[in-house]
């Protein structure tokens, strides 16, 4: 989560997010940031005892809170050490006389040795007092003040130092951009500095219990750069040459070497004629051969030790081979075995592969039963619906033709009076009539037993699916008697065309009736209009009825049987 704090990297970038131990991270260039910039301007000492780079600074703050020797102390140890240190550097890129200017120079240790090996060299430091104690001891030119505040002309320098001083500055950027304003076009700019390992969370450092946590200061530290960080800085200031160098606190600092363009390196036989020509110089060039010869005995010291240290890790490496080979002696019969179970279990897994083959055969099987099964129930399903529809047509056809019926008997009714014989007949008729309503009845409630058997099919058919696996012969009778009763399902439907045809013939005969009724209109109309004769009436009625009786319609209500005989 990107931090919501208002501070800018000195790259300029917005977006820090927090890193642990009072710093924010900045992703663009690989530097952390301390949280908060001081109010005060650091680098402006008005209170020696109250500011933080003032006199308390060196002779409370880092002996009590870090445990640095005093400052005389450091001075004596300093000087063949660090400071050597630097000299050495210095002498590979200038030769003595060049002018130099160290920013930050404390006591003035290394100051006053670049000046022994023949530089012209000048100290800068922020407190008066420390300006002051370092011109006691060693009777040194020190500017006291911002670097920015200083008169120094621009390009005048052949060298600027600035050794664990860029960390502390509020705006570094700044700085650097200053210092490479003053130097020659052949200048260069020699940086000491904490390195921060880039794109390391601080809860890795932490497990690592990483050197470079001992520089996280808050408030004195306001910038800790990366190797890649410290390469910007210079980039951005014009020296595009850049080189690092062995750092003497290699652990934690980062030490380089930054130019417009790369210098000339000066051999050491240069080096060590540039010193002989003065006592100083012979003198530094002594305490430079003392440093080699040192170093040469650690060297040796350092290969003894690690002889040694060979010797018995060679001793232990042949216990621990001694002890894997007992290892490796258990491990290979233990693979032996495994090997005798592996074959074991190999010819378990090739039997149960074939039952499974076999499983899976019949259970294939048992599904193509069941699907030839369950299109039998589907085709069986299919002929249940036609039957339903066709019950269901000959039932709308049959409420037609009841209908028909209803309306003909009113018909006959409001001739009654007139038409007794022909009465008669039509309740005849209409007796056959009911009887045909009783069979109807009769075939609808077949209709409703063929629709429960349906019913129990469907139902025994849900069944069947469920246990086909377990009970098939009892399927098999099941669908002997679907068969059944699809037998009797079709006799019912030969049956209904059979009385569809009746049907049929009865509409013809009610034709036929209408016909007959529609001349008895006439007839009976004649007669009212001859109310007078009824005698004549009478005799045109009985040879009315007389010709019905000839008519075509008796004749077949005779002949079905009908109409009784008179």
Known sequence: MTSENTRVCWCQCKTL???????????????????????????????????????????????????????????????????????????????PGAKILELGCGHGASVALFRAAGYDATGLELSPWLVAFAQEKWQIPVLQGPLEQQNIEPGSLDAIVAFDVFEHLIDPQKT???????????????????????????????????????????????????????????????????????????HYDQYFVASRKKPAVIEAKEMEESLRRTVPGRLVQAMIDLRAGAAR???????????AEAQADRAERLRVISRQGEEITRLQQLVRETEEDRDRWQTRAS?????????????????????????RATRVENDRKLARAQLADLQKHFEAAEADRAEWLKVIESQGTQIGELQASIASYLSE???????????????????????????????????????????????????????????????????????????????ALETDLA?????????????????????????????????RLYTALRKLGLVPRV
């Open 351 to 375: 039997e149960a592969r074939e039952e499974l083959g076999r499983v899976l055969a019949e259970f294939d099987a048992r599904l193509k039963e069941l699907a030839a099964l369950y299109e």
């Open 297 to 307: 005995n650690n060297d040796s010291q350092s290969l003894q030790c690690q002889l």
């Open 17 to 95: 997010r927090p890193f642990g131990g009072g710093y924010l991270h900045c992703a663009r260039c690989e530097s952390l940031v301390f949280e908060k910039l001081p109010d005060d301007d650091l680098a402006v000492i008005n209170d020696e005892d109250g500011d933080l780079y003032g006199r308390n600074y060196y002779l409370q703050h880092l002996v009590k809170d870090f445990g640095y020797p005093d400052l005389d102390t450091r001075l004596r140890s300093d000087l063949p050490e660090r400071c050597l240190h630097w000299l050495i550097t210095l002498l590979k890129y200038k030769r």
């Open 176 to 250: 650097a951009n200053l210092c490479a304003s003053l130097l020659k076009k052949d200048g260069i700019l020699i940086i000491q500095t904490p390195e921060y390992p880039a794109r390391t969370s601080f809860e890795e450092l932490r497990k690592q219990n990483h050197p470079f946590l001992t520089q996280l200061k808050p408030v004195e530290h306001l910038h800790l750069f990366s190797n890649q960080a410290a390469r910007k800085l210079m980039r951005n200031a014009g020296l595009t040459w850049f080189v690092n160098e062995p750092a003497i606190f290699a």
């Open 519 to 551: 001349e008895t209109r006439v007839q009976h109309a004649a007669a009212s209009a001859a109310s007078d004769t009824a005698n004549r009436a009478l005799s045109n009625l009985l040879a009315k009825v007389a010709t019905l009786r000839r008519s």
């Open 433 to 511: 009539l009911e009887e045909t309503r009783d069979y109807a009845k009769q075939l609808e409630q077949k209709i409703g037993f063929l629709e429960g058997i349906v019913a129990a099919t469907e139902k025994e058919r849900d069944k069947w699916l469920a246990r086909t696996q377990q009970a098939e012969p009892e399927l098999e009778a099941k669908i002997a008697e679907v068969r059944a009763l699809a037998q009797q399902l079709a006799d019912s439907e030969r049956a209904l065309a059979a009385q569809r045809e009746n049907s049929r013939q009865l509409e013809a005969r009610v034709a």
